[in-house]
């Protein structure tokens, strides 16, 4: 599959350059002395993976979840949690973020599911907003001021997190495999079956295709990666907080997801890369960062239809015969 | 807890609910008959506040207050004109992301013009005591809130079941194209459908105001809230919505004082203290689970 | 005397104050081609989308290969051997035509909780998916994007995915509806070629086809069948002219 990626197009520029320029801040950051680009693009490359699992079932589903969110702080709070009793464990980290993720999004799933359009983008929207005011009326986790976290995740002597550099390529690696599988997913059996789900529901049950059971599974995997996204995030930053969950949050993924392109998985990643870059240069120019960026997102999307990179794609496909 | 308490709380959660109503029977009209995800209405009740606490800071006098209303109608149809009208026609995706980026667009300039901190109206004087109710005081600016919900819901009753506009808006949640195809100016009706939502929406910040904060971003957290009553009612459904509305600020405000309550007899009290809060804040949402398993198209679903 | 193939007893659907189906009793043999005719508003899509499963029957008993489906979703109605074509198209757009068609296949090769290899290079999807092409005559155009087919074509795609899955009974609901004449002959040659293989319940105007394909006739009027028989039997019979086919002097 690798091998049959457009690679010389201008989309496989783009996306060659998207890697590359991902995989050398480091070696840039180690070169100027200054880590805080390593930060930045840790934190971007955190929110990329949490933008791909959404597009995932947004784009190639058709599910517009406004409550992905949530299982940020899943992630983040299993860590949080978890450390704040003693245990520091990566993988009991991990392993708990991904089974209370796969929970939580089996039970809001069965509900969200079942009905229209409209009534899930709402009903994600309650339940992440739910575990919010959860979270925040949770005094002894921290409430609204959050739970700060001692020491970030021991995987052992094999990959120590501590280390700026270490954490930023285990990321990184990370995202290249997420990408990489989410690409045969989406063209494997299961794959295809969520796709036809998004363009014909009503003809996928005519098929034969019990729909529900499979867009729940394609939630639930949503939500496991998205889990795992907070994890590293409450490693990154060393705190777990209710704004992790909340309703704007949720929005700027979905943001992420569109600016890059819903109908790719590698649009998400360049999404995330140009907004929340565009925030981190804003916030340094402009008082109010949000009078100048939200009806410019909001214009981009409205009239570039596919997003960014998106666009790419369809100009591609439309030079092919 | 004694009876006088708990029915206080009880008044407490119908004047929320009949909050709820006011934003909820407009937004749940947007959903059904324009199939708009409208996120801005939060927002509309956000400036509704605004406006109030403003004339007031500016006049002295509650009743130039009243003004707030209207000119949230007109910042409503204003803001549709430029910026919505060109979503009807998208799908609920691009509804949802413009309508987003409008609320943190509309909550940057609040924060811009009034600056951060919270606004502070107060109730006006002569509703500033209490009245008696079945010989328990109540509030009586609630009780003005609750009358006036009462009042504006069966005027909404009133105009849909017994006037023409009301038949073209019932017969427009039940089935839009085929009104259109009748020959019903649809732009008319959904301007019409989205005033009604606005000036309503705004009726409710006024109304709220002085007691609730005024501040950058409250419209999010009561939009949320209505999306929940109007996904519980039946969308498209108003009668679905004030029954929904009730029932939710009712279940919301009783909830938070009674669990806690409920709890310390079945467990120890600082471990009711600790578990109380939380579960409350949840029970609205687990209600709406409740009904939506067994109910995936709400309470009252408008029957196409 | 085996037992039909379908079977429904005593159907009713009322939709809030309309009856849309008064008391209908149905069979269709294996391998038989059943026509349902009649006015608009006779129930005949209410009648297609009981059997389906898009609606379910306020009483009455839907029997199918010996199973009572009146109350099973859609979609295990579908892995029974019930396959449906819309009046409608109901295809994938953004597919390509043998990407829908192998859509419709898949559905019959196990469970699809697959999610490593690339279903377009897995023959035991694309190879059916070929096969059901050619017998449509879009096997040229399998690799084609749905959208630059015309309509005819579209409405020959939705019939191949209905084929996909080797069903027993096919609903057929209007398979030519909005066709032109040499298209409409074109679907009908097609059906014809399956008679005896697959069962077929067909609800169409077009008396042409009607009449061409159909081993037995139902009229239908107002939600009840009016009378059933073969062609011969219909075309003779004077209530079905005087209900539906309209003056007895036009020629038939």
Not at chain 1, 106 to 118: A, E, Q, Y
Not at chain 2, 280 to 303: D, K, N, T
Not at chain 3, 202 to 222: G, K, P, Q, S, Y
Request: aromatic residues 8%; hydrophobic residues 55%; glycine residues 10%.
């Amino acid at each position: 599959m690798i091998r049959n990626f457009a690679w010389r197009s201008a989309r496989g520029v783009v996306a060659l350059l998207v890697i590359l320029l991902l995989a050398l801040v480091p070696v840039y950051s180690g070169a100027t002395g200054e880590p805080y680009f390593m930060t930045l693009f840790l934190r971007i490359m955190i929110f990329a993976l949490a933008a791909l699992s959404l597009a995932f079932i947004l784009g190639y589903g058709g599910m517009v979840s406004f409550g992905h969110a949530l299982y940020l702080g899943v992630g983040a709070y299993s860590v949080g949690i978890l450390s704040f009793h003693g245990i520091t464990a990566g993988w009991m980290h991990l392993a708990t973020a991904c089974v209370v993720s796969a929970l939580v999004a089996v039970l809001t799933g069965l509900v969200c599911l079942r009905t229209s359009g409209m009534a899930f983008i709402m009903i994600t929207l309650a339940f992440a907003q739910m575990f919010f005011f959860l979270m925040v009326s949770l005094r002894f986790y921290g409430g609204d001021d959050g739970l700060t976290i001692g020491r970030r995740s021991d995987f052992g002597a094999w990959l120590d997190i501590r280390d700026t550099r270490q954490f930023y390529y285990a990321v990184f690696a990370l995202l290249m495999v997420s990408l990489y599988f989410g690409a045969l997913f989406v063209h494997s059996r299961f794959g295809m079956v969520l796709r036809g789900c998004k363009l014909n529901e009503r003809r996928m049950s005519a098929l034969g295709y019990p729909t529900l059971r499979y867009r729940l599974v394609a939630y639930v995997v949503s939500a496991v990666v998205c889990g795992v996204a907070g994890v590293l995030l409450a490693n990154l930053s060393r705190f777990a907080s209710p704004e992790f969950m909340s309703w704007s949050r949720s929005g700027d993924l979905i943001l992420m997801v569109v600016l890059g392109g819903v109908n790719s998985l590698l649009g998400s990643v360049v999404g995330a890369l140009v907004f929340m870059s565009l925030e981190e240069v804003l916030a340094r120019w402009i008082d109010h960062p949000m009078l100048v960026l939200g009806p410019a997102i909001v214009i981009v999307v409205l009239t570039l239809k596919q997003g960014l990179y998106g666009s790419l794609i369809k100009r591609e496909a439309r030079r092919q015969p | 807890m004694s009876w006088s308490l708990q029915f206080v709380q009880l008044l407490n959660g119908i004047q929320l609910g009949l909050l709820l109503f006011l934003l909820g029977a407009g937004l749940t009209l947007v959903l059904g008959i324009m199939n708009f995800v409208n996120l801005t209405h939060g927002s509309l009740y956000m400036v509704g506040a605004y406006f109030a606490a403003s004339l007031y800071n500016w006049s002295g006098s509650f009743l130039v207050v009243l003004a707030a209303v209207p000119a949230t109608l007109v910042f409503g149809m204003l803001l549709e004109r430029i910026c919505l009208i060109t979503l009807y026609r998208r799908d609920h995706l691009d509804q949802v992301l413009a309508t987003f980026g409008l609320i943190l667009f509309l909550d940057e300039l609040v924060r811009a013009i009034w600056g951060p901190a919270p606004q502070f109206m107060v109730v006006p004087p002569m509703l500033s005591g209490t009245i008696g109710l079945f010989g328990i005081p109540y509030p009586a600016y609630r009780f003005l809130i609750i009358c006036v919900g009462l009042a504006v819901a069966l005027a909404v009753y009133l105009i849909i079941h017994k006037t023409r506009v009301g038949m073209l808006i019932r017969a427009g949640a039940n089935n839009r194209d085929m009104v259109g195809a009748l020959g019903v100016n649809i732009g008319r009706l959904n301007s019409i459908v989205f005033g009604f939502g606005a000036a309503l929406a705004g009726l409710a910040g006024v109304m709220a105001g002085p007691i609730l904060a005024i501040q950058p971003g409250m419209g999010a957290p009561i939009l949320i809230l209505t999306l929940v009553v109007i996904v519980v009612g039946g969308i498209g459904s108003i009668q679905g919505a004030f029954y929904a509305a009730l029932i939710i600020g009712v279940v919301d405000t009783v909830g938070r004082t009674a669990l806690p309550l409920m709890l310390r007899q079945l467990i120890e009290p600082s471990l009711a203290q600790a578990a109380g809060p939380p579960i409350a804040s949840m029970l609205i949402y687990i209600l709406m689970a409740v009904v939506l398993a067994f109910r995936p198209q709400g309470l009252f679903p408008v029957r196409h | 005397m085996t037992a039909p193939l379908l079977s429904i007893r005593g159907l009713v659907k009322h939709f809030g104050g309309l009856l849309a189906i008064d008391g209908l009793d149905l069979s269709v043999a294996a391998g038989e081609i059943h026509a349902i005719i009649g006015p608009n508003g006779a129930g005949k899509s209410t009648l297609i989308g009981e059997i389906s499963g898009e609606l379910s029957p306020d009483a009455g008993v839907i029997e199918f290969a010996g199973a009572d489906i009146a109350h099973e979703p859609v979609y295990r109605r579908a892995l029974r051997g019930l396959a449906r074509s819309y009046q409608i198209t109901q295809i994938f757009q953004e597919f390509s035509v043998i990407e829908n068609v192998a859509m419709a296949v898949q559905a019959h090769a196990g469970h699809s909780f697959r999610f490593l290899r690339p279903t377009a290079t897995q023959r035991a999807l694309t190879a059916p998916a070929l096969q059901i092409l050619e017998r449509v005559d879009l096997a040229r155009r399998a690799d084609h994007p749905v959208a630059t087919l015309g309509h005819g074509e579209q409405r020959q795609l939705e019939l191949a995915m209905a084929l996909a899955g080797e069903p027993k009974l096919l609903l057929l609901d209007e398979p030519t509806a909005g066709m032109s004449q040499h298209e409409s002959e074109g679907i009908v040659s097609l059906l014809a070629a399956l008679k005896g293989q697959c069962a077929m319940l067909l609800v169409e105007h077009d008396m042409d086809a009607v009449f061409a394909l159909a081993d037995r006739i139902t009229v239908m009027l107002a939600g009840r069948p009016l009378v059933t028989g073969s062609a011969a039997q219909i075309r003779a019979d004077a209530a079905v002219r005087s209900a539906y086919l309209g003056d007895p002097d036009e020629g038939i």
